[in-house]
């Protein structure tokens, strides 16, 4: 049997690990003296409630190795074979702490590097579990994720600079003259790594451009899982976005799956922001 885990950064909350019948390990989220487990004991409606009133930003800590070694411990007992998926070692040492706690297992556990983050890392394990329910092998699944991931996109729009200020990664100057322009930025997890793909004024512009660079990347392939997030207890903008990029998706499916982004990534994006995630053709 393969059992799948993966952290809490892809924006899973325990009720959906449950429902896929999966294990969630929660990355932890501390906002001043008081510490949450992600997606466990603090909700993503909760957590931008507690953002939004904040003046100062929350504090999210990695999945440490004896939290990996206590969930392998308990997805092994069986005889199990065990699939962790996590977000981008590029973002967070949950990877490295997952590889040395797997090391104790004999085999029994694999780690794979989503080089991804929230609805990136989600379409990862969409897959995944489409192979365990395949009857793929432990090896097989590795090796498929280890390939496809790197067709994965992850492009986003937010709606605001202002947490990106708050957590020093912008200027106060640049952040202060963007929201006087009302510049939405355009960004993506590419390589593992977030970049900066473009800017522009206003929410019709910053739709036109994500679709843009959708097409860029060689469409989606509707073959593959994908989804669309969005940040905040509102999902406006993303309604917004569905309607300027209906010609991407009318002629494939009737059906576009949408999802709440949680603190890992929502701790810089702020509320508001939308994204899309899928595997290019």
């Known amino acids: 049997m393969v059992k799948i885990v993966i952290d809490s950064a892809s924006d899973i909350v325990n009720s959906e690990a449950d429902e896929k019948g999966i294990y969630l390990v929660p990355m932890k989220v501390r906002f001043g003296d008081e510490e949450f487990s992600d997606g466990i004991d603090l909700s993503h409606e909760e957590f931008f409630e507690r953002l939004i009133e904040s003046a100062e930003l929350p504090q999210t800590s990695q999945v440490n190795e004896y939290t990996w070694g206590e969930s392998f411990g308990e997805l ?11 977000i981008s070692s590029k973002l967070s040492g949950t990877y490295s702490s997952a590889v040395k706690a797997a090391k104790k297992f004999g085999g029994k556990v694999r780690v794979v590097d989503s080089i991804q983050a929230c609805i990136g890392e989600r379409v990862l394990l969409d897959h995944a579990l489409r192979l365990v329910s395949e009857g793929a092998a432990a090896d097989e699944i590795e090796k498929e994720l280890n390939d496809k991931k790197h067709k ?22 640049a952040a202060i003259a963007g929201e006087l322009l009302s510049i939405k ?7 593992g790594e977030i970049k900066l793909l473009g800017k522009a004024m206003g929410s019709k512009k910053s739709n036109n451009l994500l679709n843009q660079l959708v097409e860029k990347c060689g469409g989606i392939d509707f073959d593959m899982p994908y989804a669309l997030a969005y940040s905040g207890l509102s999902d406006n903008y993303l309604q917004k976005y ?14 576009v799956p949408s999802y ?16 899309v995630s899928f595997f290019a053709k």
């Open 185 to 191: 930025p355009v960004i993506s997890v590419a390589k």
């Open 242 to 255: 569905l309607n300027d990029s209906a010609h991407l998706w009318k002629e494939h499916t009737d059906f």
């Open 152 to 173: 994965i996109q992850l492009l986003a729009v937010l709606d605001t600079l202002k947490y990106l200020r708050k957590g020093g990664r912008i200027s106060s100057v």
């Open 76 to 86: 092994t007992d069986d005889g199990s074979d065990v699939i962790a998926i996590t």
């Open 260 to 275: 709440m982004i949680g603190s890992t990534i929502g701790t810089h994006a702020g509320p508001n922001a939308i994204a």
